[in-house]
């Protein structure tokens, strides 16, 4: 998979970061993700400061408020990827109604959230 996606919701706890505090399933479309998801593709999971897709999985460490963008987080991410892992650097952002915004080096991801 060429990218690992995150997804946050637009209030979190206090004390919290954004990669703590979101947890769901998020996809570029929910219905293929309700017939696939076994496809790597399909959608990405995130729980507990951690990304997961069905062949790889990130863990989000080092969150840091990005001023002036409400609720966008830039993270460290240490990436395992079908046997190779990696380092990244990757930005959340919740969108208003409840989706992701992902952001890394190369690409950008809009996410909607899907049901669980």
Known sequence: ???????????????????????GIF???CTYWATRPDADDAALEVREGRIETYFSYCTLNNPVAIRDLAGAELFDADCWDEGTTRAERLMLMPRSDGGLIMVGTGFSRSLTRCAD
């Open 1 to 23: 998979m060429s990218a690992i996606l995150v997804a946050p919701f637009l209030f979190l706890a206090a004390g919290q970061s954004l990669g703590q505090q979101v947890t």
């Open 27 to 29: 996809s570029d479309d």
